[in-house]
Each structure stands twice: as structure tokens, then as C-alpha cells.
């Protein structure tokens, strides 16, 4: 079942969920708007040969309140919320329509689980034939809350956990990347 906006409101009131900063206009219906925060990643191609899954990749860190990503681009960008989900509550992000029709694709990997707490790295995607200039502290994606049947009897604990700022890939963490 996803959560309306009255219930969002009662489990924001109760402390049962927590995003922060929050400002009531960013409740939606039947969603939480979240917006651009301040850090971003970007893959140091001049570091970079190939990437693979076995090799953490490198990465140039970048701080500012605007930035601009060229033409068939990728960026890494993060929340200016921090979010705690309680362990029957899990999420999903989508991009907002506005900014998917300025050619912007927007995820997380689209699934944010039971029990997960930190700021919300977002994978972006400029898939137009011109740059797209973009702003800190402005709304730009949502984050979905359903609440599940039950209460996860293992929550979230994974790499990203606590994650503030963006937060690069850390699949070399995998088992699978270790063996073989």
C-alpha cells in the first residue's frame, strides 16, 4: 500500500519516519519531493582505462551550488534530505515528469529498502543534445513509501547505509567480486 499524505505527515509528526530538512510543500500526495543537494561525483576519466566490477572506481568529487552536465552525460548527486525508513516502510525514487521532459533521467537504482538511513544518492543522466544546468535546493526527484505486510526481519544494513553526500559504487565490496 503507498502512503498518502496524511499518513506521511502522522509517521514525519511521530518520528516514526524521518526526512530532513523537510518543508511541508514538498509532501505530495502520494510522495515526498526531494531535492538536489550540494555534492556530486563524476568518474576521473583521466584515471580511468576501464570499469570494471573487481576495481574501485575513482572518482572526482565536486561541491557547488550549481553545476552543468554536457550531452550524454553521467553524474552522481545526492539528496539534500537525510531519510530514515522504519523496517515496514521501503521506497522508491523517480525522477518528477518536469524534469524528464528536460531529457533528465533520474534513479537510485529506483529502490530504497526497509530500514535504510542516509542521503540518497541519485544517478543522473543527461540524455539531451544540450547541457543541462541544474541547482542545488531544487526539487528534483521523489521518493514513493509503501508499506509492506510486515516488518522486515532483516532491514537494511548494507554498504551504503549511514551514506552522506554521493556515494560512489562500491560493487568491488561484493562476495561475488572476490571469488573466482
Same mark, same amino acid.
Given at each position: 500500500?503507498?502512503?498518502?499524505?496524511?499518513?506521511?505527515?502522522?509517521? +514525519?509528526?511521530?518520528?516514526?519516519?524521518?526526512?530532513?530538512? #523537510?518543508?511541508?510543500?514538498? #509532501?505530495?500526495?502520494?510522495? #515526498?519531493?526531494?531535492?538536489? !543537494?550540494?555534492?556530486? +561525483? =563524476?568518474?576521473?576519466?583521466?584515471?580511468?582505462?576501464?570499469?570494471? *566490477?573487481?576495481?574501485? +572506481?575513482?572518482?572526482?568529487?565536486?561541491?557547488?551550488?550549481?553545476?552543468? %552536465?554536457?550531452?550524454?552525460?553521467?553524474? +552522481?548527486?545526492?539528496?539534500?534530505?537525510?531519510? =530514515?525508513?522504519?523496517?515496514?516502510?521501503?521506497?522508491?525514487?523517480? !525522477?518528477? @515528469? @518536469?524534469?524528464?521532459? *528536460? !531529457?533528465?533521467?533520474?534513479?537510485?537504482?529506483?529502490?530504497?529498502?526497509?530500514?535504510?538511513? !542516509?542521503?540518497?544518492?541519485?544517478?543522473?543522466?543527461?540524455?539531451?543534445?544540450?547541457? %543541462?544546468?541544474?541547482?542545488?535546493?531544487?526539487?528534483?526527484?521523489? #521518493?514513493?513509501?509503501? =508499506? *509492506?505486510?510486515?516488518?522486515?526481519?532483516?532491514?537494511?544494513?548494507?554498504?551504503?547505509?549511514?551514506?552522506?553526500?554521493?556515494?560512489?559504487?562500491?560493487?568491488?565490496?561484493?562476495?561475488? @567480486?572476490?571469488?573466482?
Amino acid at each position: 500500500m503507498i502512503l498518502s499524505d496524511c499518513t506521511i505527515r502522522q509517521m +514525519l509528526a511521530s518520528g516514526e519516519l524521518r526526512v530532513e530538512p #523537510i518543508e511541508d510543500q514538498q #509532501i505530495q500526495p502520494a510522495s #515526498i519531493d526531494l531535492r538536489l !543537494g550540494r555534492f556530486f +561525483l =563524476k568518474v576521473d576519466e583521466n584515471c580511468t582505462e576501464c570499469i570494471t *566490477m573487481r576495481e574501485q +572506481l575513482k572518482y572526482v568529487q565536486l561541491e557547488r551550488d550549481e553545476i552543468v %552536465i554536457p550531452p550524454q552525460s553521467f553524474l +552522481l548527486a545526492t539528496t539534500m534530505e537525510y531519510i =530514515k525508513l522504519p523496517r515496514e516502510i521501503t521506497g522508491f525514487v523517480e !525522477g518528477r @515528469s @518536469s524534469i524528464g521532459r *528536460m !531529457g533528465l533521467f533520474i534513479q537510485n537504482a529506483g529502490w530504497v529498502d526497509a530500514g535504510f538511513e !542516509g542521503e540518497i544518492t541519485l544517478e543522473l543522466f543527461n540524455a539531451n543534445r544540450l547541457p %543541462i544546468r541544474l541547482e542545488a535546493g531544487r526539487r528534483i526527484c521523489q #521518493i514513493v513509501l509503501a =508499506k *509492506m505486510d510486515r516488518e522486515a526481519q532483516n532491514p537494511y544494513c548494507g554498504k551504503y547505509q549511514y551514506q552522506k553526500g554521493a556515494v560512489g559504487s562500491r560493487i568491488y565490496l561484493d562476495n561475488e @567480486s572476490r571469488t573466482g
